[in-house]
């Protein structure tokens, strides 16, 4: 993928699009692919970068949703079940088994939680991880090394998914774009175009050179996750609001608090949420948090509460403690729960839903969670082509292999403990449409997430491996050096006892 040929293509088209697609993340990137594989003409934009926002900043887990059967809706763990190993099996290099205990420390947990995880495998069926299992204490403490062995009384095992979010992300932006779509990150909507009042297009601007060209297209698509309503109020200016944000904030520490390869799931926290602790790339990951906020917005910050509450409940289950200094980064994002007047956002709902405007017919895609965004699509592009009046056309993407990275030369890593060389900095500009420093260590690399403050260190030296790459001068090397670490500075602990 290279933008300035994606940026000629709209440049240069004189027909009509048949899908545009306003949204670089899970969603809609999964709308281009199942729109591109039926043969219909895509545009995609993002204002930003891909998976800037909430599809770089999950739990990193593809899974059924334990917690959802435990609010009783068999019928989106049904869904996601299935849709985790259509991902398993179509994404093979980006998504892998991972063993998860529940760790019991009362008479009645091993076999309550037994019986769920039981139902968890019947409900998965043919596209099962692995037969749950009830494990002693022995066999806790030898799949979970640091495992507080006060009071423990065994557990209980079973399986779900792990993959990298943001690279699953660019993943399928390459693999819509071997399908035939056009994409363009850092390149917004900043109106919609109607024809006879129906939504028929947008004037669309390039964040890079300021530029603005307006295109054309028989339907246009919303998804931009969090931020949809503001899509929705181009349209309309009255439009009710339909997301609820929430917050979620994880934290990241060394490999040492949770050896080996096995996850720990925490069933039953002080405000009704399950909380995981998992191995994920040489670190452990801790999360999530649930907590409503009034606005969405492009980079959350984690607050000191949250951070408080993650450690303590980790350390509830670790022998050995994590305190604030262990940190290595915290990040968050924001989930899009579809509103419901009255509830709390801990209990919404993952299910998405498909809006259509009844006088302007935009299409807005709202709702639901990286496990099922293929399903997601496929919905959406089926409405889709009934509002825009295009060929019925059979989706394609059960079975679709979502493409591989390529394989960068070796090279020497430029931070003893981050997993980034030179070659593969060139690689995301050549082949994955990197464009800022943040592209490369926060995205097309996890380095940010792994370790906050080697992130701000390599950041010099990859803006002059991106800016020589990119035609860019000293200025914009030393502008990206600086809006780096300011950014990375809200990955970092500050203010936590």
């Not at 599809?55 to 996601?80: D, F, M, P």
């Not at 065994?154 to 660019?170: C, E, K, N, P, T």
């Not at 579809?338 to 299409?363: Q, Y």
Request: glycine share 8%.
């Amino acid at each position: 993928m290279k933008r300035e040929e994606m940026l000629a293509r709209v440049r240069e088209r004189s027909s009509i699009w048949d899908f545009l697609v306003i949204g670089g993340g899970a969603t809609g990137l999964g709308i281009a692919v199942d729109a591109a594989s039926r043969g219909h003409s895509v545009l995609l934009v993002e204002r930003d970068d891909f998976a800037k926002g909430t599809s770089s900043r999950s739990t990193k887990l593809i899974h059924g949703g334990v917690r959802y059967l435990q609010q009783g809706n068999v019928a989106l763990v049904i869904e996601a079940l299935k849709e985790r190993g259509r991902l398993r099996r179509n994404a093979p290099h980006l998504v892998h088994d991972l063993a998860f205990v529940v760790p019991s420390y009362a008479w009645w947990e091993s076999p309550f939680y037994g019986i769920g995880l039981k139902l968890y495998d019947l409900l998965a069926g043919e596209y099962g991880f692995g037969a749950s299992s009830h494990l002693d204490i022995e066999q806790v403490i030898a799949a979970i090394p640091n495992i507080e062995t006060k009071g423990l009384l065994g557990g209980s095992r079973y399986f779900d998914g792990q993959f990298d979010d943001a690279r699953l992300a660019i993943a399928l932006a390459q693999t819509a774009a071997e399908q035939g779509a056009t994409l363009i990150n850092y390149c917004g909507a900043v109106a919609l175009r109607k024809q006879g009042g129906q939504v028929r297009g947008a004037m669309l601007r390039d964040a890079e050179s300021g530029e603005e060209f307006e295109v054309a297209a028989r339907v246009v698509v919303n998804a931009a996750g969090p931020f949809c309503d503001e899509v929705r109020r181009l349209d309309d200016l009255l439009a009710q609001p339909l997301i609820v944000p929430s917050r979620g904030t994880h934290l990241v520490l060394p490999h040492d608090f949770l050896p080996g390869d096995v996850a720990i799931m925490v069933p039953h926290t002080d405000d009704d949420r399950v909380i995981f602790v998992i191995p994920w790339q040489g670190r452990v990951l801790v999360g999530t948090t649930d907590i409503a906020v009034l606005q969405a917005t492009t980079e959350p910050i984690p607050q000191v509460e949250e951070i408080e509450f993650l450690l303590a409940t980790a350390n509830r289950y670790l022998a050995r403690d994590a305190t604030p200094q262990d940190i290595l980064a915290v990040f968050a994002g924001i989930r899009p729960l579809v509103s419901r007047v009255g509830t709390v956002t801990a209990s919404l709902s993952r299910e998405h839903v498909l809006l259509i405007d009844p006088v302007s017919g935009l299409l807005t895609v709202a709702g639901g969670k990286w496990t099922t965004y293929r399903r997601m699509a496929e919905d959406a592009v089926n409405v889709a082509q009934t509002l825009g009046n295009l060929p019925e056309k059979s989706c394609r993407t059960e079975n679709l292999a979502i493409v591989a990275a390529g394989e960068s030369a070796p090279s020497a890593p430029l931070h003893p403990v981050l997993p980034i060389t030179p070659n593969q900095v060139l690689r995301a500009c050549r082949e994955e449409m990197a464009r800022r420093v943040e592209d490369v260590l926060a995205r097309r690399s996890r380095c940010l997430l792994l370790d906050a403050a080697a992130a701000i260190a390599v950041a010099p030296q990859v803006a002059r491996l991106m800016a020589a790459e990119l035609g860019r001068d000293e200025s914009w090397e030393r502008r990206e050096v600086i809006d780096f670490t300011a950014l990375a500075a809200g990955y970092g602990v500050t203010g936590v006892s």
